[in-house]
């Protein structure tokens, strides 16, 4: 059985750093992982994708020089760094496990099927 489980969520000042993990369980390690958020009100969007290699990562334009998405394979826990945050940063993130191994340039919502419940990060200024 496949299990995701999201943490590290926290309430932090802009330009502050946070650090969320991903404890992946009962998951082929070849598949992508990928984090997206939700604001009240929004449509989840896609943040950051891993390939399943582990080689290629995809970023929104918004977090690219801020974010960086790394896994750690003996633990399998999948990171999402995130530096500099801004309060449009705000959200409750999720991670997701890919139906592909790739992710095919972007963080396309429907390529993922398996999600975790989501950590919740507040930004204020």
């Known amino acids: 059985q496949v299990q995701l489980v999201e943490s590290g969520g926290a309430s932090v000042q802009q330009g502050q750093s946070l650090r969320l993990s991903c404890s992946v369980s009962?998951?082929?390690?070849?598949?992508?992982i990928g984090w997206f958020r939700q604001a009240p009100g929004k449509d989840r969007e896609g943040v950051a994708c891993?390939?399943?290699?582990?080689?290629?990562?995809e970023y929104r334009e918004s977090v690219k020089g801020r974010f960086a998405i790394l896994r750690d394979d003996v633990t399998t826990t999948i990171y999402l760094q995130m530096n500099n945050l801004k309060e449009e940063d705000t959200g409750s993130y999720h991670c997701?496990?890919?139906?592909?191994?790739?992710?095919?340039?972007?963080?396309?919502?429907?390529?993922?099927?398996?999600w975790g419940q989501g950590t919740q990060v507040t930004v204020s200024s």
């Open positions: 997701a496990r890919g139906v592909y191994a790739g992710c095919n340039g972007g963080v396309f919502l429907d390529r993922f099927t398996m």
């Open positions: 891993l390939s399943g290699s582990g080689l290629v990562t």
């Open positions: 009962g998951s082929r390690r070849n598949l992508a």
